[in-house]
C-alpha cells in the first residue's frame, strides 16, 4: 500500500529565501506525481506534474524533481514571496490513477 | 473553459438528514474523482468515473454514500443519514484519457454536519 510522507509539516522563511519543499513514497511503481497548492478553505491548484519517466519539471519559479529508485520528490521554490504562503501537497498515482496524497507542508512566506 | 465547478460551496446540515452534492468536470475530461479532507489532512481518495461506469470505490465509502455519474457528464455524490463523522470538505477532480492523466480539481464542498 503507497504510502506518502511530506516533511517538514511546518515551514515559515523570510521573503527572498529559496526553499525545498520534501515529498516520499513508499512505493516506486507510480505513474504519475503531481504537486499541488492549496489555499485555506479552497480546492486544490496543480503546480506541476512529473511522469514517471521524467526526472524534473520546472514552472516559473517552481522546479520539481523525482527520483523513483529512492521514492522521494522535492520541489524548490526561489526566491519566495508572500503570495506563496499557503499549503503544498504532494501526490502520486498508480495503475487506477487514483491519487494518494501527503498530509502537506504549511509554508508561510514573511515579508 | 471554466474549470471544474462544484455546487453547493458550503452545506450546513442536521445529524440524519440526506444531502446531495453535485460536480460538473472539464467538458472533455472523461474520468471524474471524488476526495475527502478533513482538517489538517491530505485528500482521501473515495471513488472514481471513467465515463458513466464506476470504475473503483473505496472502503471509506461506506453503504451510506452513493455516487453517480448519469451520462457520463456531471456527477453527483449523496450521503444519507449523515453523521457528525461526515463533516469534511467533499473534492471533485477530473482528467482525461491522455498520456498525463493530471487531474484538475474543483473549489470542494464544505460539509458541516450538526
Known amino acids: 500500500k503507497q504510502e506518502v510522507t511530506q516533511i517538514p509539516a511546518a515551514l515559515s522563511v523570510p521573503e527572498g529565501e529559496n526553499l525545498v519543499l520534501n515529498c516520499s513514497f513508499t512505493?516506486?511503481?507510480?505513474?504519475?506525481l503531481q504537486w499541488f497548492r492549496q489555499d485555506p478553505g479552497k480546492g486544490l491548484t496543480s503546480l506541476l506534474l512529473?511522469?514517471?519517466?521524467?526526472r524534473e519539471q520546472t514552472s516559473g519559479r517552481l522546479n520539481a524533481s523525482l527520483d523513483k529508485s529512492s521514492g522521494r520528490s522535492t520541489l524548490y521554490i526561489a526566491a519566495s514571496q508572500p503570495g506563496d504562503s499557503a499549503t503544498y501537497l504532494c501526490?502520486?498515482?498508480?495503475?487506477?490513477?487514483?491519487?494518494?496524497f501527503g498530509t502537506g507542508t504549511r509554508l508561510k512566506v514573511l515579508a | 473553459d471554466t474549470g471544474v465547478s462544484q455546487d453547493p460551496r458550503h452545506k450546513i446540515t442536521k445529524r440524519g438528514q440526506n444531502v446531495t452534492f453535485r460536480c460538473d468536470p472539464i467538458?472533455?475530461?472523461?474520468?471524474l474523482y471524488w476526495y475527502r479532507q478533513t482538517l489538517g489532512q491530505g485528500p482521501e481518495f473515495l471513488t472514481y468515473?471513467?465515463?458513466?461506469?464506476?470504475?473503483?470505490k473505496s472502503r471509506l465509502l461506506s453503504d451510506r454514500f452513493s455516487a453517480e455519474r448519469p451520462k457520463g457528464s456531471f456527477s453527483t455524490l449523496e450521503i444519507q443519514r449523515t453523521e457528525q463523522g461526515d463533516s469534511a470538505m467533499y473534492l471533485c477532480a477530473s482528467s482525461s484519457s491522455g498520456t498525463r492523466y493530471e487531474q484538475y480539481f474543483g473549489p470542494g464542498t464544505r460539509l458541516t454536519v450538526t
Open positions: 467538458s472533455e475530461h472523461n474520468r
Open positions: 512505493d516506486s511503481a507510480i505513474y504519475n
Open positions: 468515473f471513467q465515463n458513466e461506469a464506476q470504475l473503483e
Open positions: 512529473i511522469q514517471s519517466s521524467q
Open positions: 501526490a502520486t498515482s498508480s495503475g487506477t490513477y487514483k491519487y494518494i
